[in-house]
């Protein structure tokens, strides 16, 4: 049998990593941030902390805002304590770690233990911490759709669910944060900044279009009066009371003949006028005469700036012809004139 054919591969789509910044106390929930740091790891994206944050005298927050600045996702962890405080906002430095993340508008997660579930050895015994925590709690509530957790293996499930819905939800609505892509996967600098200038000049010349947008040309056909197709001049009478004296039958009726061949016909003048911005280039005119034995053009007028295109035409019966409409093609350059 015949090799089965090689089907072509479809082309691999570029997928981002994205930076989830992991926000929590840390004493109370030390295990539970090693568990979901692991699930952003197994999903393939980049779960960012404070243990990565080295020593530094104001507790690293110039790092922390950098870290939540590179950030696509956000996820806050509560459990049974308030946390540290903060000695320049006199709160949390997980609460603070929040309001940065969401002033910066990145989507936030946060995941709140149920309180049946915390020990005491890991709640706060200051009732002022706990008014706070209560406080921070309740803000968390008004501003999202949290989840309950129970165990560190329900907390990791339900983070992992939570961001790969997030992800695809932000796809579907088209608002995907840019997330990090290898090196090798993007354009180089090089190419990336001759992107950038061809579309900065693609958008000068739209710009540029756009305001060149009425300068078309726009063509009325009309007659010598207004709003006629056709002038019919008044008709010749030729030797209405010719002496026919002299003349034999035979010639008498074939100059008749030629008379009132001559006595039917008709002048027409139509005007191609361009009342445009501009220059009306290879300009076709069909015009159908029915019933017509032939159609002599006259001379067309020079086409001139500001100026307006007039054609005569006579239709003389006397000319021989076997064609009963007649279909007249004219092709001129109109330029640019004035409405009036």
Known sequence: MPDAPTLPCPARRLR?????????????LHGERE??????????????????????????????????????????????????????????????????????????????????????????????????????VGKLGRAHHYETWESSVDLSAKVAQAIAKQILDDEDRGNSPP??????????????????RLSAENKQLRDLLATHAEAKPKLEIGGAG???????????TVAPDHDWSG?????????????????????IQFRVRNTGASSARN??????????IDIVIGQLEKPRERSRMVAPIWRPFGQKS????????????VRACDSA
Request: glycine share 4%.
């Open 322 to 333: 076997t064609s009963m409409s007649t279909r007249l093609t004219l092709t001129r350059k």
């Open 247 to 267: 003349w034999n039958d035979e010639e008498t009726a074939e100059v008749k003949k030629y008379f009132n061949q001559l006595n039917s016909t008709f002048w």
């Open 35 to 136: 568990s979901v740091t692991w699930e952003v790891l197994k999903a393939r994206h980049i779960p960012a902390g404070m243990e990565g944050f080295s020593a530094t005298p104001d507790r690293g927050w110039d790092t922390i805002t950098r870290t939540i600045d590179a950030s696509d996702y956000y996820v806050v962890l509560i459990a049974g304590r308030y946390g540290s405080i903060d000695a320049e906002t006199g709160v949390s430095w997980t609460e603070r770690e929040y309001e940065y993340a969401k002033s910066k508008n990145i989507a936030v997660l946060a995941f709140i233990r149920s309180s049946k579930e915390i020990t005491k050895d890991k709640m706060d015994i200051d009732p002022k911490m706990q008014r706070s925590l209560e406080k921070f």
């Open 226 to 236: 207004d709003d006629v197709l056709v002038d019919i001049r008044d008709r010749v």
């Open 16 to 28: 981002p990593k994205y930076q989830i910044f992991i926000s929590s106390t840390f004493e109370d």
């Open 283 to 292: 300009v076709v005119v069909d015009l159908a005469c029915a019933d017509a």
């Open 179 to 196: 997330g990090w892509y290898r090196g090798t996967a993007v354009l180089s600098p090089e190419a990336m900044e001759e992107f950038f």
